[in-house]
């Protein structure tokens, strides 16, 4: 696994939006503390973990450290939206114990992915994150995440809004394929991590997923189970990579 400079383990904080379980605020503080003092650097979230409550908890936590000493991301797709049918009741459907008072409202458009960034920096309190997936597109349009969606992230990092960015979804778990672009019409796949050492690729890893982090040093990679969606995303991801 390529090095991203903060360590080879990082820490997925879906639990600190009340993933299966709630939590107080003193102690969501208290594991990311552990987490810190065990050396983590690198944390991800998304507004879909918690209805935002991972992003705010997290974003507390960070602003407590030094912002150049970790590395952060989070993910976009869906957005929040208030829920006044929800009022009274909780996220239980989605695993989340938390109030349904939003609701998540699917928007790969370019509009909606850059809303999203725009909602989760201010729920983190900071002006940057460093990374930025595109969360679970095959649950909503896996087409128009291609086709969209990954060309709208490339905007981002483009403008430098964003340093990498990449697809985080539960698709790829630990038996997750990589392939070149130009071998993926002969069905040539390589299990990670060797691959993604031999391709100088970026992964990150976060429990439960591989993320699959595109710069612009970083070679066009995709993942998927089937050769048709290998075939597809590579296609999408070399047509954003190629002009650089």
């Known amino acids: 696994m390529t090095d991203f400079g903060f ?34 650097r690198y944390f991800d979230t998304a507004p879909h973990y918690g209805l935002g409550l991972s992003e705010r908890r997290l974003g507390d936590f960070l602003a407590t450290k030094p912002r150049r000493e970790y590395k952060i991301s989070s993910k976009v797709g869906r957005l929040l939206r208030a829920n ?6 909780l996220d239980i459907e989605n695993d989340f114990v938390v109030p349904a008072d939003l609701t998540r409202a699917w928007d790969f458009s370019a509009d909606g992915i850059r809303r999203s960034l725009d909602e989760s920096l201010a729920r983190l309190g900071l002006d940057s994150i460093d990374i930025l997936y595109l969360h679970d597109p095959e649950k909503y349009d896996l087409a128009l995440g ?16 964003v340093a990498g960015i990449g697809v985080g979804s539960m698709w790829m778990p630990w038996s997750a394929m990589v392939a070149k672009p130009e071998a993926i ?21 976060t429990p439960m997923r591989w993320a699959y982090s595109i710069t612009r040093s970083t070679p066009t990679i995709c993942a998927s189970l089937t050769a048709t969606m290998l075939r ?13």
């Not at 379980?21 to 003092?37: G, I």
């Not at 050492?197 to 992964?203: A, C, I, K, Q, T």
């Not at 597809?232 to 650089?244: H, I």
């Open 185 to 205: 019409s002969s069905g040539e796949t390589t299990e990670l991590p060797s691959a993604s050492e031999r391709l100088g690729s970026r992964v990150a890893r």
């Open 84 to 89: 006044p049918e929800g009022r009274g009741r």
């Open 146 to 161: 291609i086709s969209t969606a990954i060309p709208a992230l490339a905007a981002l990092r483009d403008e430098g809004l």
């Open 232 to 244: 597809d995303c590579a296609r999408a991801v070399r047509s954003v990579m190629e002009p650089m």
């Open 7 to 40: 360590g080879a383990l990082s820490y997925g904080a879906a639990n600190v939006g009340n993933l299966y379980r709630a939590l107080s605020d003193e102690q969501a503080h208290a594991v990311l503390e552990a987490a810190w003092n065990a050396g983590i």
